[in-house]
């Protein structure tokens, strides 16, 4: 095994950004729940509506997420494309992986 | 979309249909391990000791990277932690890297083998030179199926 790939170097303030369990579940939430107004964002969590703010900052940083107004609020509403492509690259890792693996399956099921 | 904490780390899990012995001796004996990760290394697997491996892949023939040994719980459990871009960053930065956990566990067919890889928020991916060039064919279709899942389309 051995593991560079090609976008990784772009992903890797995704992953960065990624690495906090807030900014992770806003993500998710905005992932599943579609536009969310920052008082909704704030709602279920125990930060502020100013940490709340930050963190989506930190996330529009990296790309993974945008302000979109709708009717008089702004909302927030998460960019699937860097996700996707975050995502392309831990699965050329896991290939490499499966590759390894399968390479030990053989190996010790062969003796047997 | 599933969740966003799934991007942060590599799980697999494969039945192997051998006793957990027989799978910890080719998890943790060099010469056994070598072959199977495809690499060449110098020194054997202690807990708290450093591996260098060299790469036999052809993508990336003759690139040499280390690899820093966790815990060893005989039968159980083999951790590691190493730079996921492989080459070896300028300044060797442990809080760059990223952690390979493998679990063994007894199954009727013979042993279950679990490896996870996580901490990819953590790593410099910086340091990633070399492209994987035979990997970005077909990826189009699988980004589509993808960026639909993340939107919850079903």
């Keep these: 095994m051995a593991r560079p790939e090609p976008s990784l170097k772009r992903s890797a303030p995704v992953f960065a950004a990624l690495g906090d369990e807030l900014r992770l579940t806003l993500v998710t939430r905005l992932g599943s729940e579609g536009p969310l107004s920052i008082t909704s964002l704030t709602e279920g969590t125990r930060v502020t509506r100013q940490a ?3 963190h989506l900052h930190v996330l529009e940083g990296a790309g993974l997420v945008r302000a979109a107004r709708q009717g008089r609020e702004q909302h927030w509403e998460v960019r699937t494309a860097p996700l996707a492509e975050a995502r392309r690259c831990l699965d050329v890792i896991a290939r490499q992986w499966d590759d390894a693996l399968a390479r030990l399956k053989a190996a010790v099921e062969q003796d047997e | 979309m599933g969740s966003a904490r799934e991007l942060l780390k ?3 899990s494969v039945v192997l249909r051998a006793p957990r012995a027989r799978v910890w001796r080719a998890l943790t004996r060099a010469e056994e391990f070598a072959r199977w990760f495809n690499v060449t290394m110098e020194g054997d697997f202690t ?3 450093r591996v260098t491996m060299e790469s036999k892949e ?5 690139l040499r990277f280390p690899l820093f040994v966790q815990r060893m719980e005989p039968e159980h459990l083999f951790s590691w932690r190493w730079y996921p871009g492989s080459a070896l960053p300028a300044d060797e930065d442990p809080t760059k890297q990223t952690e390979v956990v493998f679990t063994l566990e ?3 067919e013979g042993t279950r083998l679990t490896v996870v890889e996580t901490g990819f928020e953590r ?3 910086q340091v990633r030179a070399k492209a ?3 990997n970005t064919g077909g990826w189009e279709g699988q980004l589509k199926n993808i ?3 993340l939107r919850g389309a079903s």
């Design chain 2, 123 to 125: 790593v410099d991916l």
């Design chain 2, 106 to 108: 007894e199954v009727p």
């Design chain 2, 10 to 12: 590599i799980e697999r």
């Design chain 2, 47 to 49: 807990p708290g000791g």
């Design chain 2, 58 to 62: 052809t993508a990336y023939v003759g």
């Design chain 1, 52 to 54: 709340v703010t930050k």
């Design chain 2, 147 to 149: 960026e639909a899942y």
């Design chain 2, 132 to 134: 994987f060039e035979e």
